[in-house]
């Protein structure tokens, strides 16, 4: 099955199911579902950062300091958070990771999605998907916000990290 076919919950603005759909469906009419970030974290406390490859079917080719993608239809966000993060990092054993927060990303052009974002350390070598993946380092956290202004990131993930911050802020 290709990514297009995979089946999702769509949800209304309370993030309650409405319905289902295929992912290609859901992404072409703009309907709201559900996805995960997960920031991955080596033993250091460097973030992993990755740049997505070409034929990814959202914002191809752009960097991102999460891992994570959409929750699949009747599938828990922990339960997605966790294989989600194995998948992209390609590893296996990775302690479950922890919840932080849940928003309503909306990118004013019309389309949504409920994003629920962990953090998870991972001290395992990683082996990411190249379908996934073109480039990836751990990167110092000073070193990841100098790049916010002069790299191409994810519109999710930029959103996901400025709210992650104020998060830690607020303590």
């Not at 290709?2 to 309370?14: F, G, K, Q, R």
């Amino acid at each position: 099955m290709s990514a297009a076919d995979e089946i999702l919950d769509i949800v209304d603005e309370h993030d309650r199911v409405v319905g289902q759909s295929p992912r290609g469906e859901a992404y072409a009419r703009g309907l709201r579902h559900r996805c995960v970030f997960v920031q991955a974290r080596d033993a250091e406390g460097r973030i992993f950062v990755h740049r997505r490859t070409p034929a990814k079917l959202v914002f191809p080719s752009l960097y991102d300091m999460f891992v994570g993608g959409v929750v699949g239809a009747g599938e828990a966000y922990d339960t997605a958070a966790l294989r989600e993060a194995e998948e992209e990092l390609g590893v296996c054993g990775l302690p479950d990771p922890r919840f932080l927060f849940k928003f309503r990303y909306d990118d004013g052009a019309g389309r949504s999605w409920w994003s629920a974002v962990y953090e998870v350390r991972c001290e395992l070598p990683v082996r990411p998907q190249v379908e996934e993946v073109d480039w990836h380092a751990f990167l110092p956290e000073d070193e990841v916000e100098r790049h916010l202004a002069d790299w191409a990131w994810v519109p999710d993930g930029l959103a996901a990290y400025e709210r992650l911050r104020a998060f830690r802020a607020a303590g």
